[in-house]
């Protein structure tokens, strides 16, 4: 089990707009996850107005495999008068990714009908997290949001980083055509400018704590 980070880097972000967009980019990730059969822990969120993170503890590292059973027509259509299989029984074949020769024939309280078991493996999750990320990303709502340069895509202030791993490795994918996630992100912009590179999301609120970033909003308030 990995831990997986996701941070937005971002011009100034009103102030009003950052826990409600954390929340949804945590219950849109979670669910994310779920649909996708990959199995994960808490989702914990924390931010600054030019960062939004979300960070999701004891993800696995590939979805679950699931087996279900398929129902497909009644034996009578399935079979022709010799037994044979016929073109309906191909077609279910085909649909369930099943051989002929491995169909049978269940009862149900209808009658007997033709049935196949499909299983569908578990991909890896770094390949699926290439999708979900960025659509997590913008899917997230903010009261007002804008284009900038030549970008198709919107957000509440130009995106000028993302941060995505999974434990040690990278989450590869490109947003908008040109902005690409990595390990690295940024310290304080006047007392820390200079880039930051994260081995691992364990390291990352310690990391920006020696840029001068405090990334815990609740510690943030209590240093006010």
């Known amino acids: 089990m990995d831990t997986l980070l996701l941070e937005i880097g971002a011009e100034e972000i009103p102030a009003g707009y950052i826990q409600p967009a954390l929340d949804a980019m945590a219950r849109n990730l979670l669910q994310r996850l779920d649909a ?18 979300v960070i999701v503890d004891q993800v696995a ?7 279900e059973q398929l129902l497909g027509p009644p034996e009578k259509v399935a079979f022709d008068g010799t037994g044979q299989p ?29 049935s196949a078991r499909k299983t569908s493996r578990g991909q890896a999750t770094l390949k699926l997290l290439k999708t979900i990320l960025p659509e997590v990303i913008l899917a997230t709502p903010f009261p007002k949001s804008m284009r900038w340069a030549d970008l198709s895509i919107h957000f509440a202030r130009p ?7 999974l ?3 990278v989450v590869s994918f490109t947003l ?49």
Not at 61 to 67: C, E, G, L, S, Y
Not at 159 to 165: C, F, K, Q
């Open 159 to 165: 995106i000028h980083s993302i941060v995505a791993l």
């Open 167 to 169: 434990g040690g490795k």
């Open 86 to 114: 016929t073109m309906a029984a191909v077609k279910f074949s085909e649909k369930a990714g099943v051989a002929v020769s491995r169909l049978t024939v269940v009862d149900t309280d209808k009658g007997r009908y033709l």
């Open 36 to 53: 996708a059969r990959i199995d994960h822990g808490e989702a914990h969120t924390c931010g600054t107005p030019r960062r939004l993170t």
């Open 61 to 67: 590292p590939k979805q679950q495999t699931v087996t």
């Open 176 to 224: 908008g055509g040109r902005i690409k996630s990595g390990r690295r992100t940024t310290g304080h912009m006047f007392m820390n400018p200079g880039k930051v590179s994260l081995a691992s999301p364990d390291q990352y609120e310690d990391a920006l704590l020696a840029a001068n970033v405090v990334v815990d909003i609740d510690r943030r308030r209590r240093m006010t």
